[in-house]
């Protein structure tokens, strides 16, 4: 018993401490919220700050979108004035408030070189020094010894003031200075570690699609000049379209919408709902909605029943005129201008819809060119806006690469220098990804439409080459003709000379017309160089008549 009682002394102690402790409470969970700044400096990749170079590059396309934007608001024409300027670590110290201290403590920063580094770096140059004398004795050309490489650490970067001057409208912001006149001045300061070559890139690309505009540059210079003083229509405002909203959208235009009842509110804030439909689609919904049901009082049910409708109902497509598209025209200065290619073709297509959002595909081809390397030369723009990164993935490439017999029209896409232009334009771009980069393959109806106009530019081109294939044969054939003048008219006067040598010796063989062909022959009234020439004439009378003969097909075929 004694026994039985001390073994469960133990457990009964261990029971009545665990019951003892008291649980502990949870802690409050905080939410904190964080500023748009905040969210962009942790996803920098978000707003195209990967890496110095894009960071440089995403920079001066921002300055120069906002740019073009505010001088084309107010239908004026760009000018436009860029300075990328390299700074001192000391000068950007002093602008940020710092002071340069002398290093105490050297080995604490990241760019001393330690005994170890410098005894690996020592080793290498001997090394290399070693192989150079081996070569100088054999006789072979030693290669110029690179220039060593001075470590760099965190601490010695590249700093750029990048510097954006119009024309446009400015900043309508109280809180500035100076905006009395017409324009905006704006400078950005930053570091970076890296070398780029995509800005003037960039800038190419842009003004190859904006022509409107003018940039002017310092030191280096890069100058784009103006090509055109007709600017692109200003594209108006347009409301929503039912099939492209969401949930959340149809709540906010609940929210701020002045209409007063349910059949105002969708005649007045989607478009392609007239009276008669919005009535049909009111008593589609149920017979808790009503004409005059005041459009404030719809519960988040009711709500979620109108976004299921707008989902399954027909509705005709938007129109396109709330596009802004570059037109032809730019297009094809923008491709002469920057390019000189033998020949290009562009061609517009009409709005089509995806999702509920128009879009409008611009696409040119261009064969030939100053500095165009050969094969395809992908140039692609979203919304007037070049882009430069993540090409692969983008449904231009794809199509230009995999969809496109390029064969079939004449064209090699192996050795010809062919450069393949596409702008979208559309109220809302699929883009993929963070970045906002290239648009996705996976759209059939922006494939599509893709693949349409490039082929069209195909077919204008197709008829040039072909244009042009035949007029090289016709050119070459008239050579080989000439060339055989001199053999022809050699052979033809031999024969005349022995016929007329038979004809003064016997008795009459020929008829009139010949007789006094062979006597002007005897009396060298005609010789090879009289034959050499009129077989010349003649050539070229044959070649003339073809020439018009085809042109006057090519005349009708054009106008049918």
């Known amino acids: 018993m004694d026994t039985r009682g001390s073994s469960e002394s133990p ?33 920098k990749n978000i707003a195209g700050f990967d890496n110095p170079g894009k960071s440089l590059y995403t920079t001066v396309r921002e300055l120069v979108e906002n740019a073009l934007d505010s001088t084309e608001s107010i ?9 990328i300027e390299e700074i001192g670590k000391s000068k950007f110290n002093s602008m940020i408030g710092l002071i340069d201290r002398e290093r105490v403590d050297e080995a604490l920063y990241d760019d001393f070189e330690t005994a170890k580094a410098r005894e690996k770096r020592l080793a290498k140059e001997a090394r290399n020094q070693e192989i150079q004398a081996k070569n100088a004795a054999l006789g072979k050309k030693a290669k110029e010894p690179a220039a060593p490489k001075a470590m760099r650490g965190r601490g010695e970067t590249s700093f750029y003031r990048v510097t954006c001057k119009d024309n446009g409208r400015g900043m309508p912001h109280d809180d500035i200075p100076n905006m009395f006149g017409r324009g905006t001045f704006l400078t950005f300061t930053y570091m970076k570690n890296g070398t780029t070559r995509k800005d003037g890139m960039e800038l190419k690309s842009m003004l190859l699609l904006r022509g ?26 347009t409301k929503y379209h039912p099939s492209a909203v969401d949930l959340l959208l149809i709540k906010r235009l609940i929210a701020e919408t002045s209409k007063q009842n349910l059949l105002q509110f969708l005649q007045h804030e989607f478009v392609n ?28 049910q009711q709500i979620v029943r109108i976004h299921q409708l707008f989902r399954q109902a027909k509705f005709d497509d938007p129109s396109g005129n709330c596009l802004s598209p570059a037109g032809e025209y730019n297009l094809r200065l923008g491709i002469i201008k920057e390019l000189h290619p033998d020949m290009v073709a562009t061609y517009s297509g009409s709005a089509q819809v995806f999702e509920g959002h128009p879009f409008i595909v611009e696409a040119g ?13 992908i140039f692609r723009f979203a919304n007037r806006i070049p882009l430069l990164f993540e090409q692969g993935a983008d449904v231009v490439t794809r199509t230009a690469l995999k969809r496109i017999n390029w064969n079939n029209y004449k064209i090699n896409q192996t050795q010809d220098k062919i450069g393949v232009f596409v702008s979208i334009v559309s109220t809302k771009i699929p883009f993929k990804g963070t970045g906002k980069e290239y648009i996705g393959d996976d759209i059939s109806e922006i494939a599509s439409a893709v693949k349409t106009s490039i082929q069209q530019c195909c077919v204008q ?14 050119q070459e054939r008239k050579r080989n003709l000439n060339k055989y003048i001199p053999d022809a008219t050699g052979a033809i006067y031999n024969v005349l000379k022995e016929m007329a040598l038979t004809h003064a010796s016997k008795r009459k063989r020929y008829e009139d017309e010949d007789a006094e062909l062979l006597k002007k022959v005897s009396a060298r009234l005609i010789t090879k160089d009289t034959l050499a020439e009129k077989l010349a004439q003649h050539v070229e009378q044959v ?5 018009l003969e085809y042109a006057t097909q090519s005349g009708v075929k054009g106008g049918t």
């Open 11 to 43: 457990i009964e102690t261990k029971k009545s401490k665990s019951k003892s402790k008291t649980p502990r409470k949870p802690k409050d969970s905080l939410l904190k919220q964080k500023s748009p700044a905040e969210f962009f400096a942790e996803n």
């Open 75 to 83: 239908s004026e024409l760009p000018v436009l004035e860029i300075t």
């Open 212 to 237: 409107i505009g003018q940039l002017t540059g310092k030191n280096v210079t890069i100058r784009f000049a103006r090509r055109t003083d007709i600017m692109p229509p200003v594209p108006p405002e």
């Open 273 to 300: 709902i007239g009276k008669s439909y919005a009535e049909r689609l009111i008593g589609e919904m149920g017979p808790e909605f009503g004409p005059k049901m005041p459009v404030k009082s719809l519960t988040s």
């Open 365 to 377: 081809v261009s064969v030939g060119g100053k500095d165009v390397k050969q094969g395809l030369n």
């Open 461 to 474: 081109l197709k008829s040039k080459i072909m244009r042009k294939i035949q007029a090289r044969e016709q």
């Open 543 to 547: 070649d003339y008549e073809m020439a």
